[in-house]
């Protein structure tokens, strides 16, 4: 993954990296912007497939306020400059995640919401496991990674199945056997009663109104309890804005938001060349 990221970044030749040549150099990582740092095992491999090493000054997952320096790289020149772009977008994006993940789960334990924070799988193609890691240092649940990890029915599913929540689980049971788990999404508390009824293993209430969320959790629970075990998450409507408007209920097992990763500020840092200081010319 790595690799193809350099590749990507430099196709062919590097003429800039020509004019600077292969000198042995050292180069500072500077946080410019508050936030968590998170990214580091992308970040050290980038240099490493360079021939450089990195020394950190930081932890990882530790809050930062600018500037900061963070870290330093030593190894040829044309080789820092030539990974530092990349390394640069990596570090900034999934530590923007880990900030804004962080930043979300405080306020909604400050809310009095014991339960599970998540992320989506509404992530940038190509790029998911680094802004899933960046979730996971912010302390949240990075939720399914793929489409391999837990059958999710969505409506085009039970569409598709006819219309019948029931056939969709069942078939879907049938794929994955007892160790992949099944969760439906629900547009309605009828639907999410089906599903249980089914055997779902978590019922999904979509973008339902903040209102609805906790009475419609606490009946299903109530009414299936002792003969049915499953988890209830609520998604689609999580934002920093509307915390206290109903959806963070005991009675949710988890809440999934994609606000923590879609469209989120980057932590900004620059690499900046140590410069050499010039030979003193002996005495005539």
């Known amino acids: 993954?790595?690799?193809?990221?350099?590749?990507?970044?430099?196709?062919?030749?590097?003429?800039?990296?020509?004019?600077?040549?292969?000198?042995?150099?050292?180069?500072k990582l500077l946080g410019k912007s508050k936030g968590i740092v998170a990214g580091v095992p992308f970040f050290d491999e980038v240099f490493q497939q360079l021939g450089c090493t990195v020394e950190w000054h930081v932890k990882e997952a530790e809050p930062i306020t600018p500037i900061?320096?963070?870290?330093?790289?030593?190894?040829?020149?044309?080789?820092?400059?030539?990974?530092?772009?990349?390394?640069?977008?990596?570090?900034?994006?999934?530590?923007?995640?880990?900030?804004k993940s962080s930043h979300l789960l405080q306020r909604v334990r400050n809310a009095g919401y014991?339960?599970?924070?998540?992320?989506?799988?509404?992530?940038?193609?190509?790029?998911?496991?680094?802004?899933?890691y960046g979730m996971l240092v912010g302390g949240v649940d990075p939720h399914r990674h793929d489409l391999s990890s837990m059958t999710m029915l969505k409506d085009n599913h039970v569409v598709a199945c006819?219309?019948?929540v029931t056939r969709a689980v069942h078939a879907a049971k049938a794929a994955g056997g007892f160790s992949i788990k099944v969760e439906v999404e629900c547009q309605s508390e009828e639907e999410a009663d089906e599903a249980v009824s089914a055997g779902a293993d978590v019922i999904m209430l979509d973008n339902f109104k903040a209102g609805e969320v906790g009475g419609t959790a606490r009946r299903l629970k109530e009414k299936w309890r002792g003969e049915k075990h499953f988890l209830i998450e609520v998604s689609g409507g999580l934002t920093e804005e509307n915390i206290e408007s109903g959806y963070l209920t005991e009675e949710v097992d988890v809440v999934s938001t994609s606000s923590i990763h879609q469209g989120v500020a980057h932590v900004d840092f620059s690499l900046k060349i140590v410069r050499q200081?010039?030979?003193?010319?002996p005495d005539k």
Request: charged share 20%.
């Open 1 to 27: 993954m790595v690799a193809e990221w350099l590749e990507e970044d430099c196709p062919s030749f590097d003429y800039g990296g020509f004019v600077v040549g292969e000198s042995i150099a050292e180069a």
């Open 68 to 99: 900061k320096h963070c870290a330093t790289v030593r190894g040829p020149v044309r080789k820092i400059l030539l990974g530092e772009r990349v390394a640069l977008n990596i570090l900034a994006r999934c530590s923007g995640i880990a900030t």
């Open 114 to 132: 014991p339960n599970t924070l998540a992320g989506t799988r509404k992530t940038t193609p190509g790029f998911r496991l680094v802004e899933k």
């Open 162 to 164: 006819g219309g019948s």
């Open 277 to 281: 200081q010039a030979q003193q010319q």
